[in-house]
T-cell receptor, first 115, second 114 residues
Framework: SQKIEQNSEALNIQEGKTATLTCNYTNYSPAYLQWYRQDPGRGPVFLLLIRENEKEKRKERLKVTFDTTLKQSLFHITASQPADSATYLCALDRAPDSSASKIIFGSGTRLSIRP | SQTIHQWPATLVQPVGSPLSLECTVEGTSNPNLYWYRQAAGRGLQLLFYSVGIGQISSEVPQNLSASRPQDRQFILSSKKLLLSDSGFYLC?????????????FGPGTRLTVL
């Protein structure tokens, strides 16, 4: 069956360290993969999109990698800060040829950065 | 710039009562519109999407329905709520066509059915 999994429900790290979150998928061949941030009681906010022909993408302290052979994306936050504490969701479009996105989301990793 | 609104922000309803949640988007034309539900401790589930006025596609059979009476208005409804309808309902929009990748979410409606 088709799955998208974020294998860490929660991650606690020290401020200043690099946080690395993992997203794995099975039985999909996504054209792209996205990462979103969700704060408690709020809607998710788009962070980064990486396409299948891109190995790596960066935005300020964020870095995303996409390995279509391993069927895995890694999301890194360097020099982490307490303000980075949130739930991070990975997502892919399971029907890229459809007229509308049919995004499926992982269940999220709750990241806590301690001072 | 584009903005997306949802109301109400929170709602407590008895089992068997009707439901109407509204979502409106400003600053863009002909967006794709989406309704998601996020149950406690679970991921986001796509419920409905719409690529135009009056065009609704359902992703999951359920007790809910959706309508799009205007280009930038999306409504989620139910005639009789069930306990299992409780959750956090999120509306989202995306650009149409090839630029439809990214989803832009509203603030959400927290629904509790008692």
């Amino acid at each position: 069956s088709q799955k998208i999994e974020q294998n860490s429900e929660a991650l606690n790290i020290q401020e200043g360290k690099t946080a690395t979150l993992t997203c794995n998928y099975t039985n999909y061949s996504p054209a792209y993969l996205q990462w979103y941030r969700q704060d408690p009681g709020r809607g998710p906010v788009f962070l980064l999109l990486i396409r299948e022909n891109e190995k790596e993408k960066r935005k300020e302290r964020l870095k995303v990698t996409f390995d279509t052979t391993l069927k895995q994306s890694l999301f890194h936050i360097t020099a982490s800060q307490p303000a980075d504490s949130a739930t991070y969701l990975c997502a892919l479009d399971r029907a890229p040829d459809s007229s509308a996105s049919k995004i499926i989301f992982g269940s999220g990793t709750r990241l806590s950065i301690r001072p | 710039s584009q903005t997306i609104h949802q109301w109400p922000a929170t709602l407590v309803q008895p089992v068997g009562s009707p439901l109407s949640l509204e979502c409106t988007v400003e600053g863009t034309s002909n967006p794709n519109l989406y309704w998601y539900r996020q149950a406690a401790g679970r991921g986001l589930q796509l419920l409905f999407y719409s690529v135009g006025i009056g065009q609704i596609s359902s992703e999951v059979p359920q007790n809910l329905s959706a309508s799009r009476p205007q280009d930038r208005q999306f409504i989620l409804s139910s005639k009789k709520l069930l306990l299992s309808d409780s959750g956090f309902y999120l509306c989202a929009w995306s650009h149409p066509g090839l630029a439809r990748d990214t989803q832009y979410f509203g603030p959400g409606t927290r629904l509790t059915v008692l």
